[in-house]
């Protein structure tokens, strides 16, 4: 009896630890933290900030001025030698892969800069123009106010540690931002290719 009353024990814990491991996990479908954000900003979208940017021409504009619009984020500094330079290279083939709904003024891309103290609108030109992003379908920018890079970090998902070399370690993602200014989707960086496709899909549907 008692070795029925030590196995009916076990198995009920170890069925309460499955179940809290499928909350856990989203249904099994998420093992890492990455994973996980994506899963949930896939299930329930985050609203974006009307936060104030200034861009690579001096100009400042409210990310709210591109409601209506799908709008492609990514998160770099301009001091970056590799993962930004090869994220922003993917963008440069995002800007071809998507050219016809941003002429059509249906989307936008925008890089963001979390190091605004040095990647002024100067830096922020010369940085777009190593990659060949001169159509007006392609903006970099960085935030106004300190308070708000926060929020935009925090909304995004984007960790970003300083080094001891004066540049960053930080998360890179394809970040998708539908026309309700609501962050709905995180995709790989690595593979603009797919990432063109589930955009374009997003804007057929």
């Known amino acids: 009896m008692r070795f029925l009353r030590t196995s009916l024990?076990?198995?009920?814990?170890?069925?309460?630890g499955i179940a809290a491991l499928a909350v856990a996990t989203y249904g099994f479908t998420a093992f890492t933290t990455e994973t996980a954000r994506r899963v949930a900003v896939s299930r329930h979208p985050v609203p974006v900030p009307a936060v104030v940017l200034e861009?690579?021409?001096?100009?400042?504009?409210?990310?709210?001025?591109?409601?209506?619009?799908?709008?492609?984020?990514?998160?770099?500094?301009?001091?970056?030698?590799?993962?930004?330079?090869?994220?922003?290279?993917?963008?440069?083939?995002?800007?071809t892969m998507l050219a016809r709904p941003i002429a059509a003024n249906r989307l936008r891309l925008l890089s963001i800069s979390f190091d605004p103290g040095r990647d002024t609108p100067t830096a922020l030109a010369a940085y777009l123009a190593r990659f060949g992003g001169r159509s007006p379908g392609w903006q970099i920018a960085r935030p106004v106010d300190a308070a708000d890079l926060v929020r935009l970090?925090?909304?995004?998902?984007?960790?970003?540690?300083?080094?001891?070399?004066?540049?960053?370690?930080?998360?890179?993602?394809?970040l998708v931002v539908d026309p309700r200014?609501?962050?709905?989707?995180?995709?790989?960086?690595?593979?603009?290719?797919?990432a063109a496709r589930e955009i374009l899909g997003k804007l057929e549907g």
């Open 55 to 95: 861009n690579q021409a001096g100009a400042r504009f409210s990310l709210s001025a591109l409601r209506g619009k799908w709008v492609i984020v990514d998160f770099v500094y301009t001091r970056c030698q590799d993962q930004c330079a090869v994220l922003d290279a993917n963008f440069a083939r995002l800007e």
């Open 9 to 16: 024990a076990s198995v009920v814990a170890a069925a309460a």
């Open 181 to 194: 200014a609501r962050l709905i989707e995180i995709l790989g960086w690595r593979d603009p290719e797919r």
């Open 153 to 174: 970090e925090r909304v995004f998902g984007i960790t970003v540690i300083a080094d001891d070399d004066g540049g960053y370690t930080h998360n890179s993602a394809i």
